[in-house]
Structure formats: structure tokens, C-alpha cells
T-cell receptor
Framework: GAVVSQHPSWVICKSGTSVKIECRSL??????MFWYRQFPKQSLMLMAT?????????EQGVEKDKFLINHASLTLSTLTVTSAHPEDSSFYIC???????????????FGPGTRLLVL | GESVGLHLPTLSVQEGDNSIINCAYS??????FIWYKQESGKGPQFIID?????DKRQGQRVTVLLNKTVKHLSLQIAATQPGDSAVYFC????????????FGQGTTLQVKP
């Protein structure tokens, strides 16, 4: 099946620093990727839609200058948390939408998530 | 606004019993629904999906039922096993074909041996 990877799987950083998280589709091309944030014992909250070759679309309430998204290729999207603060500590999950899905197959695949802890 | 929610936060069942997890959605225009399983510290794992032109779909040990009249979705797991213990989310995709998913609150399924 289709595989989506994230790197790093976990990161600890100091307050004020920036952290970059990568999301890769390993065996398919993804024109669209999505970034979610999940706090403990809560659901996934969509942050933004990342489109290859164009600007990301952010959900209401998500600061685009704080969460920078780059989707430079059909297999890679990056999320940079700039000037991270303790309240940014969360589980960040990406998903990738298969540009050419096979019939009767799921079209969107999730990564394993990245745990961010800001001290 | 749009919302997808679940009725119960935690469901505890005995191993071997059947489990039923429910979900209510509010956007009547949604045409695609997915159930995901999430184990602790991992990303969501696809279980089964259903389109709005169907009211039932079966997989291996799982069945999804869709009732568009009352905007209700359920996931049935037959012969629940300890490995089924996880948080289950329903997700809804609107009719705009953007691929955006709106997730419900999640139900924790606990399987007692």
C-alpha cells in the first residue's frame, strides 16, 4: 500500500526556535497534502492544505506566518513552526492525496505523525 | 458550521463481542465518509469508507452503515479482539472534492480479555 513518512518522528526544542517537519509520499505522487494538529485526547484538526507549486491554504485561525508550508515537489511537503512556544507542543500529522488513485482504493494516506515538545 | 461528532467518548466491550461505534454529521452535502483507527502515538489508519450513494459497506470484520436521513454513520466490528483497542474517528469529506477531511471527536474502544 501507499506509504507516507514524516521526519522527524519526535523533536524537542527550546522556545523561540524554529522546527521543520517533513512529509513524504514514498511510492506515489501527491499534488495535495494536508497538515493536521492533534492535542492529547482530542481529534485531528486540519491546519492547512498544501498544494504542489502553489501557496498553501490555511484554515481559519491558523497563522500562516507561524506555520510555514512548502510543497516544492510531488512527494514532499514541509511544515515549519517558526518561533515555537510551549503552546505549539502537539502531535503534527500529515496526509497525502494520491494524484492517480486506483479504482476502489483509498485516496488519502496519513503519515505516522511528529511529536513536538517545546520547552 | 460543519461538524462531525461522536455520541460516546469511550466504549468498553468484551473480547469476542461485537462493537458498534456511532457518528453524527451535520453537513448534508457531504458525499464521502471514512472510518479511521488510531493507536497511541501513531497516525490514523484507514479502516473502511463509504460514499453517499450507498447505505452499507462491508469489509473484513467491519461494516459501515450510513443513514443520510438522520445524518448518522456507524462502524460495526465483529468479534472484537484486543488488537482492536484504539481510538476510532469518523471523517467527512464535503462535496467540493478538495480532499479536506473533517474529523469527529473520536471514540476510545477498550476490549476486555
Amino acid at each position: 500500500g501507499a506509504v507516507v513518512s514524516q521526519h522527524p518522528s519526535w523533536v524537542i526544542c527550546k522556545s523561540g526556535t524554529s522546527v521543520k517537519i517533513e512529509c513524504r509520499s514514498l511510492d506515489f505522487q501527491a499534488t495535495t497534502m494536508f497538515w493536521y494538529r492533534q492535542f492529547p485526547k482530542q481529534s485531528l484538526m486540519l491546519m492547512a492544505t498544501s498544494n504542489e507549486g502553489s501557496k498553501a491554504t490555511y484554515e481559519q485561525g491558523v497563522e500562516k506566518d507561524k506555520f510555514l508550508i512548502n510543497h516544492a515537489s510531488l512527494t514532499l511537503s514541509t511544515l515549519t513552526v517558526t518561533s515555537a512556544h510551549p503552546e505549539d507542543s502537539s502531535f503534527y500529522i500529515c496526509s497525502a492525496r494520491d494524484a492517480t488513485p486506483r479504482p476502489n482504493q483509498e485516496t488519502q494516506y496519513f503519515g505516522p505523525g511528529t511529536r513536538l515538545l517545546v520547552l | 458550521g460543519e461538524s462531525v461528532g461522536l455520541h460516546l467518548p469511550t466504549l468498553s466491550v468484551q473480547e469476542g463481542d461485537n462493537s458498534i461505534i456511532n457518528c453524527a454529521y451535520s453537513n448534508s452535502a457531504s458525499d464521502y465518509f471514512i472510518w479511521y483507527k488510531q493507536e497511541s502515538g501513531k497516525g490514523p489508519q484507514f479502516i473502511i469508507d463509504i460514499r453517499s450513494n450507498m447505505d452499507k459497506r462491508q469489509g473484513q470484520r467491519v461494516t459501515v452503515l450510513l443513514n443520510k436521513t438522520v445524518k448518522h454513520l456507524s462502524l460495526q466490528i465483529a468479534a472484537t479482539q484486543p488488537g482492536d483497542s484504539a481510538v476510532y474517528f469518523c471523517a467527512e469529506s464535503g462535496s467540493s472534492n478538495t480532499g479536506k477531511l473533517i474529523f469527529g471527536q473520536g471514540t476510545t474502544l477498550q476490549v476486555k480479555p
